[in-house]
């Protein structure tokens, strides 16, 4: 069965400090892969979405950036963290296009 | 892009009554719809779901419907329990969209018991 890994849970990290949160799949190939911030109260927003190695699209600008560098692997990063970069960030997994998504038990980051 | 915008934003119901949120999306190719729930502090997980060559789908106390002229889907929930109370979210994926979710803006849901 498949399965998603995303850590760390909780993040507490200073304003203008790097950031680097990970996420792996288990028990698929090439899957489609999402980023997602949820501030607090607020919606899902889709941040960076892949469909293969090396393939990142960004949806809205900002101050992160995302990597996959292997198949089942896909990393969140940034270089200086500001304030609003807290949230609920969560990474998910769909086997192919129009099916269900996995979601990660999510991070809580919080910038102080 | 996509865009899907989700109705009300909070919704309180006594228990046993019904529940009903909406939404709306924009590219007339999405042909995809599931719903989720997010318990507070957990992930979003899905309750059902609604392909464009169906209108109606039922499970158990859930059904989902969908009107592919007016570009609509709703969600209902009959005869709600506390354990109901969450947010919910609607979400379209079109292949023009290379199938990405975009997810509306969520619905907290509150049952009184």
């Known amino acids: 069965s498949q399965t998603i890994h995303q850590w760390p849970a909780t993040l507490v990290q200073p304003v203008g400090s790097p950031l680097s949160l990970e996420c792996t799949v288990e028990?698929?190939?090439?899957?489609?892969l999402y980023w997602y911030r949820q501030a607090a109260g607020r919606g899902l927003q889709l941040l960076f979405y892949?469909?293969?190695?090396?393939?990142i699209s960004s949806e809205v600008p900002q101050n992160l950036s995302a990597s996959r560098p292997q198949d089942r692997q896909f990393i969140l990063s940034s270089k200086k963290l500001l304030l609003s970069d807290s949230g609920f960030y969560l990474c998910?997994?769909?086997?192919?296009?129009?099916?269900?998504?996995?979601f990660g038990q999510g991070t809580r980051l919080t910038v102080v | 892009g996509e865009n899907v915008e989700q109705h009300p934003s909070t919704l309180s119901v006594q228990e046993g009554d019904s529940a009903v949120i909406k939404c709306t999306y924009s590219?007339?190719?999405?042909?995809?719809f599931p719903w989720y729930k997010q318990e507070l502090g957990k992930r979003p997980q899905l309750i059902i779901d609604i392909r464009s060559n169906v209108g109606e789908k039922k499970d158990q106390r859930i059904a989902v419907t969908l009107n592919k002229t007016a570009k609509h889907f709703s969600l209902h929930i009959t005869e709600t329990q506390p354990e109901d109370s969450a947010v919910y979210f609607c979400?379209?994926?079109?292949?023009?969209?290379?199938?990405?979710?975009?997810f509306g803006t969520g619905t907290r849901l509150k049952v009184l018991a």
């Open positions: 028990g698929t190939s090439n899957p489609n």
């Open positions: 590219d007339s190719a999405s042909n995809y």
């Open positions: 979400a379209a994926t079109s292949p023009s969209g290379t199938y990405k979710y975009i």
């Open positions: 892949s469909v293969g190695i090396g393939q």
């Open positions: 998910a997994w769909q086997l192919t296009g129009g099916t269900e998504a996995f």
